[in-house]
């Protein structure tokens, strides 16, 4: 089986769900996200954007918005001190595919400095909330974006290496 560093950050990518409370170098952060600026997009047009929620205030006003959507009393980001959030500009028809692929990358790349991190749900209704619009506005964003996803990064506390066997029949080949 052909096997390197790429493939086996792809492979190994776990979600984690407990992180330490220390806060991410910049560097670390900056590296992250940058990665996710190289996904592709649809014919180029890099409908997303990436807001890295690094205040400590500010990530626990999203964990109760996105508490309050998911129904529950918990941290939907486990802890983790630092929250990329992708949205994508609605008015390209690819958004939702380039949003999604921007996430990846995010997952990926964290994964591959050893940083936890977890794809995070919910933001497309933090978003069209007054509190995610202001959120917008207080940052000059214009435009009319959705929630992607938020991946939560941090060092992880553990990070359980169980993973689900591949369903059966997830691919085929026509040769
Ligand atoms: C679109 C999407 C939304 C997700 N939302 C959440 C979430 O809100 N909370 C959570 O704990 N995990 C969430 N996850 C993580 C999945 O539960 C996780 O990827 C899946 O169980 C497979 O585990 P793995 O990531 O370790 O391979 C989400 C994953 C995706 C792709």
Redesign the pocket.
Known sequence: MIMNETLKTLETR??C?NFKPDMVEDEKIQAVMRAGTYAATGMGKQSPIIIAVMNKKIRDTFSNENAHFAGVNSD?FYGAPVILIVLADKSIPTYLYDGSLVMGNLMNSATSLGLGN?????AKEEFESDFGKKILSDLDIAGDYEGI?HCAIGYPTSVSDI?ADRKENYIYYVK
């Open positions: 776990r979600s769900r939907p977890i794809w995070i749900h919910r996803g993973v």
